[in-house]
């Protein structure tokens, strides 16, 4: 119907909703590219939408900065951390989050910080147990190989007579 002006942005974000014209609802809508009222709205001095922001500079720039924005809210990272933040504190929480991943040193296993103290000491087939016979260090996994091994275990007779004897090899 009329010629309605558009910035690309503001037309495409229109269109992504409903297929007319975000002006006159006309349903066929025939872009023809502005580039006198592109290169106008480029042109406008504007400020950053976050509040805390004082960045401000010719619209065609803001894309640019909104990647950069540090007022920008983020989400973590970490799978199952729920916690949101400023870009700008992003390093900050990326060193104190639960949820950050380590390396377990026994089994080299990436797992969340928050779990690790239990990886090791229950669940880690690589954690270091002592033999409770010679007290020698086995990982957790080689705990049963060595105890058939182990010079140290003690043998109940066979004759029941209820003397423990150390194995001969």
Known sequence: KGNHHFCKQCLRTSLQFKDECPSCKHKYVDVVLGHFVNELVDSFDMRCENEQCTWTGKCDKYKVHKKEC??????????????????????????????????????????????????????????????????????????????DECPDVLLSCSISCCKQLKKEY
Do not use: A, G, W
């Open 70 to 147: 540090d007022y920008i809210l983020l989400e973590c990272e970490y799978e199952d951390c729920e916690e949101k933040f400023l870009r700008k504190d992003m390093i900050s929480h990326q060193q104190i989050c639960l949820f950050r991943t380590v390396t377990c040193q026994d089994c080299n296993l990436e797992i969340p910080i928050c779990e690790l103290d239990i990886h090791c000491l229950r669940e880690c087939d690589y954690r270091p147990v002592e033999c409770e016979n010679c007290k020698q260090s086995v990982t957790y996994i080689q705990q049963k190989t060595h105890l």
